[in-house]
């Protein structure tokens, strides 16, 4: 089973890419760039790593951050992932940033930007996987902020497939971004927004993203289970869900494999991702297996995960059509 995940072609549709920045890199861009990093080597860095809860956790990737400066460490960022992506066999990705983490610390948007988009350029001739990028607002800033950074995206609109909404979901609810949102949607981009696990309010702001903003996925979204409307209207928009088990583990102590099948058996669109990869040592092959291992899901069930991340993708619909048959050959020859 391990290495059926591991050979299966798959996409990957929520990952943070301030999430992936490894200690080695961090120490490295450190060393670079005159930082002084509170810790000794890369394993105290990790040694230090203590989420129980989304707060604790944002605490730390924030502090993460400060490393990233230059355009070229943006890169080297963006770089790293999809190396690592492509070798676990993901061929296609959905790229967060989070701009507002690195203009307040006075690192120029197109900096920022023309880093990444530049490494996803290079991956897709260099390493064939392909990728979009997904510009995420942070939910505790304010919707001014949100929308000045959604104008400094304007000139850089076609390096963009849609916009997200991350951080810290406690007292910012999805309408707090209504205009921001509107807006994105009026230039051709996607939405999407987190509704992270466990959090206060969370059906309420559930039932915002599909009313109010009228997202065309949803982040995590886990708890809409506990609402058989929620439920249906997620279905009948055919919804996709980025469901990401080993960070659901760091909030409420289970992979969600229940939640998951759950969820399949429902018919809708849950998809397997990774969140923030580094943070919590687990990429994508990692998430499934983790997965696998805990909810003892059949091939089928995980080909179905896999094949609903193409399906719900933003991806054109050749380009689905494509992946998916590609996965359906994977599958065939499997079988024999
Ligand atoms: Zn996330």
Not at 191 to 214: A, R, S
Not at 221 to 228: H, I, K, M, R, T
Request: aromatic share 10%.
């Amino acid at each position: 089973m391990r290495n059926f995940i591991e050979n299966m072609p798959k996409a990957e549709l929520h990952v943070h890419l301030e999430g992936t920045l490894e200690p080695e890199l961090s120490f490295s861009l450190a060393e670079k760039n005159g930082i002084s990093l509170p810790f000794e080597t890369p394993e105290a860095l990790i040694a230090a790593y203590d989420f129980h809860d989304l707060p604790s956790f944002l605490k730390i990737y924030y502090a993460g951050m400060s490393v990233l400066q230059e355009e070229s460490d943006f890169f080297d960022l963006t770089w790293a992932y999809l190396e690592k992506a492509a070798s676990q066999n993901i061929v296609y990705a959905e790229l967060f940033f989070d701009p507002q983490g690195h203009t307040t610390r006075g690192v120029a948007f197109e900096t920022v930007i023309t880093g990444i988009h530049n490494a996803q350029v290079a991956a897709q001739e260099k390493l064939g996987i392909k990728s979009k990028l997904i510009l995420c607002f942070l939910r505790d800033m304010s919707a001014d902020s949100a929308m000045e950074h959604l104008l400094m995206a304007k000139p850089y609109i076609d390096w963009l497939v849609g916009v997200g909404l991350d951080s810290d979901e406690y007292n910012n609810p999805p309408v707090k971004f209504k205009e921001v949102f509107a807006l994105a949607r009026k230039w051709g981009l996607k939405l999407t927004m987190h509704c992270d696990v466990n959090q206060k309010n969370t059906l309420e702001h559930i039932g915002q993203v599909l009313d109010d903003i009228q997202v065309d996925r949803i982040d995590h979204g886990v708890n809409a289970l506990e609402s058989d409307a929620l439920c249906n209207k997620i279905k009948a928009r055919q919804l996709g869900l980025t469901v990401c088990p080993v960070s659901n583990r760091f909030v409420v102590q289970s992979l969600t494999s229940q939640e998951i099948r759950t969820m399949l058996s429902k018919g809708m669109l849950a998809t397997i991702n990774s969140d923030d990869p580094a943070y919590f040592r687990a990429y994508l092959n990692e998430n499934f297996i983790a997965l696998q291992e805990e909810g003892n899901f059949t091939k089928d069930e995980i080909l179905t995960l896999a094949a609903n991340a193409f399906s719900v993708s933003w991806l054109t619909e050749p380009e689905k059509t494509d992946y998916l048959h590609k996965l359906s050959v994977f599958s065939d020859t499997r079988a024999e």
